[in-house]
């Protein structure tokens, strides 16, 4: 009886070495399985939408791009010398200039007359009601104008014409002005 004592525990490790390597054996299966099949399928993730803009300045021009709408953007080039600031949207259909706006920042600014203004210029995203009936609905962005010299700011946007946009006619206008402000509450005299 002693001898069947002895061997038992041999046969415990057997047996566990035996269901230890059936375990591996079916990981390594189910692992191989799941490599070959995850080869074929492709991994799925959600669209991301990029709306980037971007802005640039030299020492007498600065140049931004904005949304117009769903499917372009605008170019607002601010001129320092005259305070013209204007926007120029691609039709994407035809390839040419499709919109072109206009308008002069000086008097909204208070620049000086006779004093070189100092400008930033940034774009800005934002979705207006468009609860009119009219066919010209309000860009999806906003440009804003600083002059540093004054402390004054102000938003111009743009009305787009989708309907012209699509049939590929010219539009021209002018940049509305939305709003002004002043960042600095201190006059500062030279």
């Known amino acids: 009886m002693s001898q ?3 061997n038992r525990p041999v046969l415990l490790v057997l047996l566990g070495l ?3 390597l059936l375990v591996g ?5 189910g692992t191989l399985t799941a490599v070959s099949s995850s080869q074929n399928a492709e991994l799925m993730l959600p669209p991301t939408l990029l709306h980037a803009t971007a802005s640039h300045s030299g020492e007498s021009m600065a140049i931004a791009t904005g949304q117009i709408d769903d499917d372009v953007e605008g170019v607002f080039i601010l001129d320092y010398l005259t305070g013209d600031l ?3 949207v691609l039709n994407p259909r035809t390839f040419v200039w499709g919109g072109i706006f206009r308008y002069n920042v000086v008097q909204d600014l208070g620049v000086e007359p006779g004093k070189k203004p100092n400008f930033a210029m940034v774009t800005g995203g934002i979705n207006f009601l468009r609860g009119s009936a009219s066919r010209a609905v ?3 962005s906003v440009v804003y104008v600083l002059d ?3 402390g004054n700011f102000a938003a111009y946007g743009v009305q787009w014409d989708r309907t012209a946009a699509r049939g590929g006619a010219p539009q021209k206008g002018t ?3 939305i709003a002004t402000g002043k960042a600095r509450a201190l006059e500062i005299r030279d």
């Open 4 to 6: 069947h004592f002895r």
């Open 18 to 20: 035996g269901l230890g």
């Open 25 to 29: 054996i079916g990981m390594m299966v």
């Open 86 to 88: 204007q926007c120029y």
């Open 138 to 140: 309000p860009a999806h």
């Open 148 to 150: 540093a010299n004054s």
């Open 175 to 177: 940049l509305t002005r």
